[in-house]
C-alpha cells in the first residue's frame, strides 16, 4: 500500500510560478511510475504530466508542456510538478498518482492504470 500526501497549492497570479509536491510512503518508491492529474470545477478529472521510475521518461498534456515539469527524488519519495507562466484555465485541485511498474520505464496518461492516489492540493490561478 502507497500513501500519497501532496503539498505548495495555494493562490498566484496568472504568469506567476509555483510549485507542488508528493510524498510517498513506503520503501519501494523507485518502483512506481508517477503522475499529476488535475480537476477543475465541473470538469472531469485530466493527465498533466507522468514521469518513469529512475526520471529517464517524462510526458505531458499538451496543455501544460514547456510550462510545466515534473521530477522526482526517489531518496526523499517524492515527486514535484514545477508550473511556471500560469493561466487561469490552470486553476484546479491537482492530484499525485502512482502505480507499480516494477522494473520498466513504462508511463500512461490513463487514468485507470493509477492505482494509488492522493487527496489533492488546490492551485488558484487569478487573472
Known amino acids: 500500500q502507497v500513501q500519497l500526501v501532496e503539498s505548495g497549492g495555494g493562490l498566484v497570479q496568472a504568469g506567476g510560478s509555483l510549485r507542488v509536491s508528493c510524498v510517498a510512503s513506503?520503501?519501494?518508491?523507485?518502483?512506481?511510475?508517477m503522475g499529476w492529474f488535475r480537476q477543475a470545477p465541473g470538469k472531469e478529472r485530466e493527465f498533466v504530466a507522468t514521469?518513469?521510475?529512475?526520471?529517464?521518461?517524462?510526458y505531458y498534456a499538451d496543455s501544460v508542456k514547456g510550462r510545466f515539469t515534473i521530477s522526482r527524488d526517489n531518496a526523499k519519495n517524492t515527486v514535484y510538478l514545477q508550473m511556471s507562466s500560469l493561466k487561469p484555465e490552470d486553476t484546479a485541485v491537482y492530484y499525485c498518482?502512482?502505480?507499480?511498474?516494477?522494473?520498466?520505464?513504462?508511463?500512461?496518461?490513463?487514468?485507470?492504470?493509477?492505482?494509488?492516489w492522493g487527496q489533492g492540493t488546490q492551485v488558484t490561478v487569478s487573472s
Open positions: 498518482s502512482a502505480f507499480n511498474s516494477g522494473t520498466s520505464d513504462y508511463v500512461t496518461r490513463d487514468m485507470n492504470g493509477y492505482e494509488y
Open positions: 514521469i518513469s521510475r529512475g526520471s529517464s521518461r517524462t
Open positions: 513506503g520503501r519501494t518508491f523507485s518502483s512506481y511510475t
